[in-house]
């Protein structure tokens, strides 16, 4: 039998031209026969156009970018988040979240907006995050006005009735819930460790509305920092895709002066470092037939920057070198399998569900988290192995092919990320906000290329001095407690030494504990 498919092999094969394919095409390495090769812009003139942007008499930024393609985007990036939460109760900002694009002065419901964008294709979307919140509809460019119109009601005249105030308290309710279901539980880990790194203050507050405040947030809690922070002074509008003149007129029609006096918070985010652990063993609820398995989540910090400061670049390159992910990523181009969490964390250790770095920079701080997960069991074992990655990110070498492959991948997320015409709006937008100027994709790659293994290592050394933040949740019984993991960063070898847990947990279940260490 094997004889007869070898010599079926060889009769096929020898039907086949040298040099050619088994198809008889031409091989994909090489040109086609009478086709010019593809002119590849250089990034320079790719993206040479450079970004327009006027200030209005009311405080508002307009920002717009020239873009091909059928469709735009118009947006407005507000400076506005859950750390302006101060003087309001905590949670205030993700119901705001919820009643984006609902009931307004000029249009009854959502289905009003959807119908008056229908005919110029349009779709709107809304993103909130600690420091801003991104409000975006996309549209034909004739639908350039109605857009416009939409994004100045939902920020300006806002009605809230007691029937959508309920259904956002029904969503925040629904979507706790399913953060517990979920096997992705980092969401509340970052949550917990930005309360210890802040001091649960500025950036410190939950964005997640806590449970305990959930009820009682009414209509007055809601207009009060409505009114405070939905400001045009506070705001950019950002267009892609459109003719800056045209939105310049549009903004001045639709986002007429406010009243309101500025009453937002401005404290400045202070870094403090800390703990923040909340301790629930009780199994997930599942919607299947078989029980989540209930697991042990925690996240180690330190300061990092700014997205203003000259580090910002380094730490988005060391962020990307260290990478991560979970156990049981599918692989493939960009997904990270070659960077150390990969190869040092979960290609070692089997128990380990997930360790993911993350770099959360704001206009004034920043926090740089590596994430991890296990079985309870291995609780003790995974902050171990945590520690030891942020120990040899500051005490070992980063070798050449590392800090290349991490760099060449940050410059093509960026670039790949930029062909969105959402994700630009809001680059454009945050940048803008931040420092009423844009740099472009081509300085970013400039800057990303010039860093050096040196300045990284410097880098680790300069953020571990800082205190570190912990957060932890799920079941923390083998957690250690705060001062043995303070004091295993001040070992050289970075081990913890008394097995002692964070928590007796005899009544601690669904408590959090240990806010802050200062």
Not at 69 to 74: A, K, L, R, Y
Not at 134 to 158: E, K, M, N, W, Y
Not at 197 to 225: E, F, M, Q, R
Request: glycine share 8%.
């Amino acid at each position: 039998m094997r004889a007869g498919l070898r010599v079926i092999n060889r009769s096929f094969s020898s039907l086949v031209p040298r040099g050619a394919g088994v198809t008889g095409h031409p091989p994909l390495d090489q040109p086609f026969p009478g086709v010019k090769s593809p002119r590849l812009e250089d990034i320079n003139t790719a993206f040479s156009k450079a970004t327009q942007i006027t200030r209005l008499g009311n405080g508002l930024r307009v920002a717009s970018s020239q873009k091909s393609g059928g469709m735009c985007s118009v947006g407005v990036i507000l400076e506005s988040g859950s750390r302006n939460e101060k003087s309001h109760k905590e949670g205030v900002s993700h119901f705001l979240e919820k009643l984006s694009f609902s009931r307004t002065r000029d249009y009854e419901s959502p289905e009003h907006m959807v119908a008056a964008l229908e005919p110029y294709g349009g779709m709107y979307e809304s993103l909130h995050f600690r420091d801003v919140a991104v409000f975006i509809v996309s549209c034909l460019p004739d639908g350039l006005d109605t857009a416009t119109d939409i994004l100045s009601q939902t920020l300006l005249h806002s009605h809230f009735s007691p029937h959508d105030i309920e259904a956002a308290r029904e969503s925040i309710a629904c979507e706790i819930e399913m953060f517990k279901m979920g096997a992705d539980q980092e969401p509340i880990v970052t949550d917990l460790v930005h309360a210890a790194a802040y001091n649960n203050k500025t950036l410190g507050y939950h964005k997640i509305c806590p449970v305990s405040t959930l009820p009682y947030i009414n209509k007055s809690d809601l207009v009060s920092y409505y009114k405070s922070n939905y400001l045009p002074s506070r705001m950019v509008l950002v267009g892609v895709g459109v003719e800056h003149d045209a939105l310049v007129r549009s903004a001045h029609k639709y986002f007429p002066n406010v009243l309101n006096e500025d009453t937002s918070d401005r404290s400045v985010a202070e870094y403090s470092g800390g703990q923040c652990y909340r301790h629930d063993d009780e199994p997930p609820p599942s919607i299947g037939p078989q029980e989540l398995p209930t697991l042990t989540h925690v996240s180690i910090g330190f300061k990092s920057s700014s997205h203003q400061d000259d580090d910002y670049v380094k730490f988005c390159v060391l962020n990307t070198l260290m990478g991560g992910g979970g156990s049981f990523s599918a692989g493939g181009p960009g997904k990270g399998m070659y960077t150390r969490l990969y190869l040092q964390v979960l290609n070692r250790y089997h128990w380990i569900y997930s360790a993911l770095a993350l770099n959360h920079p704001y206009q004034d701080s920043g926090i740089f988290t590596i994430n991890g997960s296990s079985h309870p069991n291995h609780g003790w074992d995974l902050t171990q192995v945590l520690i030891k990655q942020f120990k040899e990110m500051q005490n070992g070498k980063i070798n050449h092919s590392e800090l290349e492959r991490a760099k060449t991948q940050l410059k093509s997320t960026l670039l790949m990320n930029l062909e969105y015409r959402n994700i630009e709006l809001e680059d454009i937008g945050r940048q803008v906000l931040a420092s009423d100027e844009r740099k472009t994709p081509a300085e970013l790659c400039a800057m990303i290329e010039s860093v050096t293994p040196q300045q990284l290592q410097l880098l680790a050394k300069r953020m571990m001095e800082s205190k570190p933040s912990v957060g932890a949740f799920g079941d923390l019984k083998n957690v250690p407690n705060y001062e043995e993991i303070e004091a295993a960063f001040k070992r050289e070898n970075g081990e913890l030494t008394n097995r002692i847990s964070h928590f007796l947990l005899k009544g601690m279940r669904g408590k959090t504990t240990g806010l802050i260490k200062s």
